[in-house]
């Protein structure tokens, strides 16, 4: 069975998302400083075993056998300051540590069979007043580095999750950011990455997505974004299973947050129809997306590798009647009917602007000339005569 002491630390590990290995060497090192710090001789390399099942404690000095003659040497070459390459490689090399180290000669005392590399532990005995002292030493040194290890592993976990989106519960409020609880951390909604006039409440689920991790001495620093349009790339992912199996691809997005964005999808494979995946039976799908992003409207376009049929599909709902392509500097002009025009171009220039983003190219919109009149009226004809 599992000892008190064990069970304590699985305890903490859960509550702290930290591994049991971390804590217990923690633990260890705590207690070889309170060893030291009270009992420990000049010289000594103390380490602790910590027996997690008993709660026994063993104390060692550890020592690693090395040749006393390389260190002569090294010794003899700094006395006569020898300055060539390969003597300052050499005296790179380690120098002699008395608290580490021990030469052969003097490890063999010790044990007859030892070789240079080897460890010689030697136990310390452990005064019977050293469980009280360590208790009060350790528990500074212990509760620090569980500080330590928690934030390591919170930004390890964050870190893995940046370019994601998570589901977070509204926190709280700090002036006009947002505080967003995503777990076992918090994220920065900040004002410029939230969807403009959106409302928030506490307690309110979002879907928000992880811009940047950072390290900072209280934990983790983590940004959050509303606006940024991989959000939706992730939000379609969540919701169309095609996209998630690769069957339905997207290959562009353009977002102005809050108002409207465009997507273009494309199918992999024959007889699937992109827009209708993702758009869904009823526009179910399409739907759940649209209310996520508080009512934002999206366009799904289907992408092509023609250019102009890109373009015309871009600028939908408006029917174009024709692409002028300009390949060398990238623009292009879309020809459509009188009453379409303002359709093509959408409120406030929207509708083009998104179509521009989308493709990449730069789109001019004009209106369809009439055409001339082939035969003049006879009225005219006869005034002529």
């Not at 026994?56 to 020592?63: A, G, P, Q, T």
């Not at 240079?116 to 050293?130: N, Q, V």
């Not at 509760?143 to 290890?149: A, C």
């Not at 926190?171 to 410029?192: C, M, S, T, Y």
């Amino acid at each position: 069975m599992s000892s008190p002491i064990l069970i304590a630390i699985k305890q903490i590990c859960d509550e702290k998302n930290i591994s049991i290995k971390k804590v217990i060497e923690a633990i260890e090192i705590a207690l070889a400083a309170a060893f030291r710090k009270d009992f420990g001789k000049p010289g000594q390399n103390i380490k602790v075993d910590f027996d997690t099942n008993t709660g026994n404690i063993k104390v060692f000095d550890i020592k690693t056998v090395v040749d006393a003659c390389e260190f002569e040497e090294i010794e003899e070459l700094e006395e006569k300051k020898i300055e060539t390459e390969q003597t300052k490689e050499e005296l790179k090399k380690k120098k002699f540590n008395s608290r580490t180290d021990i030469v052969l000669e003097d490890a063999k005392k010790i044990k007859k069979d030892v070789k240079i590399g080897d460890e010689i532990k030697t136990e310390l005995e452990i005064s019977h007043d050293f469980g009280r002292i360590a208790a009060q030493t350790a528990k500074q040194v212990i509760i620090q580095n569980l500080r330590e290890m928690e934030r390591e592993s919170l930004y390890d976990e964050y870190k893995d999750k940046e370019g994601k989106v998570l589901v977070g519960v509204v926190q709280r409020f700090e002036g006009r950011n947002i505080i967003i609880d995503l777990g076992h951390a918090i994220g920065l909604l900040f004002p410029e990455e939230q969807i403009p006039f959106e409302r928030y409440n506490i307690g309110q689920r979002v879907k928000v997505f992880i811009l940047s991790v950072e390290k900072e001495t209280k934990g983790p620093k983590i940004i959050v974004s509303r606006i940024h349009k991989e959000l939706i790339r992730q939000l379609f992912i969540l919701e169309v299973p095609e996209i998630s199996a690769d069957i339905v691809e997207i290959k562009a997005i353009a977002r102005e947050a809050g108002t409207r964005s465009k997507v273009a999808v494309f199918a992999n494979e024959k007889n699937i129809d992109p827009v209708g995946s993702c758009i869904g039976q009823r526009g179910v799908r399409i739907q759940t997306i649209i209310s996520e992003l508080g009512g934002e409207k999206i366009d799904v376009i289907e992408y092509s590798e023609d250019i102009s049929k890109f373009i015309s599909n871009a600028l939908s709902p408006a029917k174009i009647i024709e692409i002028k392509i300009d390949k060398k500097n990238k623009k292009a002009t879309a020809i459509t009917k009188e009453d379409q025009l303002s359709l093509a171009i959408g409120k406030s220039g929207q509708n083009v602007r998104l179509a521009a983003k989308l493709t990449g190219w730069k789109i001019d919109i004009i209106v369809e000339q009439p055409k001339e009149k082939q035969k003049e009226p006879e009225e005219e004809k006869q005034e002529k005569k």
